[in-house]
């Protein structure tokens, strides 16, 4: 069964820093894109990051740029999310989703990790 | 960046109806080279993450049934749930996946009547 799991979030303050981590299975991990989402409580979804099967294409919203970085070990089928100068309205559910094969829809999402930044 | 826009934000439509949300871009999101749309619609039902419904505008994901359809080229594009039933609840999101940022729109809320 495809599956992805999310862990890392928490309870942070602001200007400090956190590590999203996700754990890929089922899957050719190695050969799929790989997405971080997020959604803020009671609003819609926004995409923050995207990373290709090489890490060799990345990219970010403008949002998250400069202060979040994606990257992944394919040999630990892991995607990782590191966020810094945290502030409050990074407070949000994280999703990690996989690409479907051959675009960049996601065809797989987790079930989130939350991230809630305040003093 | 690529704007996305739904329309509406939410609506209510009786059980057995049919649901019908539109989603424009701001520039097209069509991949002349293939003739395919890059954009995508999402069902996510409360305290769920997200399910892929429909890739390239109008190609159903495995799975999902076919009450759902999607249709539209370019920068303009509409979901339609035929035979509404009671687990469609749920907001709907589309988005572009022809250019990063990849951008969702605002999301349609689905009630029932």
């Known amino acids: 069964e495809v599956h992805l799991e999310e862990s890392g979030g928490g309870l942070v303050q602001p200007g400090r820093s956190l590590r999203l981590s996700c754990v890929a299975s089922?899957?050719?991990?190695?050969?799929?894109?790989m997405h971080w989402v997020r959604q803020r409580p009671g609003k819609g979804l926004e995409w923050v990051s995207s990373i290709n099967r090489h890490s060799d294409t990345i990219y970010y919203a403008d949002s998250v740029k400069g202060r979040f970085t994606i990257s992944r070990d394919n040999a630990k089928n892991s995607l990782y999310l590191q966020m810094n100068s945290l502030t409050t309205e990074d407070t949000a559910l994280y999703y990690c989703?996989?690409?479907?094969?051959?675009?960049?829809?996601?065809?797989?999402w987790g079930q989130g990790t939350s991230v809630t930044v305040s003093s | 960046d690529i704007v996305m826009t739904q329309s509406p934000d939410s609506l209510a439509v009786s059980l057995g109806e049919r649901a019908t949300i539109n989603c424009k871009s701001s520039?097209?999101?069509?991949?002349?080279?293939?003739?395919?749309?890059?954009l995508a619609w999402y069902q996510q039902k409360p305290g769920q993450p997200p399910k892929l419904l429909i890739y390239?505008?109008?190609t159903r994901e495995s799975g999902v049934p076919d009450r759902f359809s999607g249709s539209g080229s370019g920068t303009e594009f509409t979901l339609a749930i035929d035979n509404l039933q009671a687990e469609d609840v749920a907001s709907y999101y589309c988005q572009q996946y022809y250019n990063p940022p990849y951008t969702f729109g605002q999301g349609t809320k689905l009630e029932i009547k």
């Open positions: 089922g899957f050719s991990f190695h050969e799929s894109g």
């Open positions: 520039q097209s999101v069509l991949y002349t080279a293939s003739r395919k749309s890059f």
């Open positions: 989703a996989k690409e479907r094969d051959f675009d960049f829809s996601m065809d797989v």
């Open positions: 390239w505008a109008s």
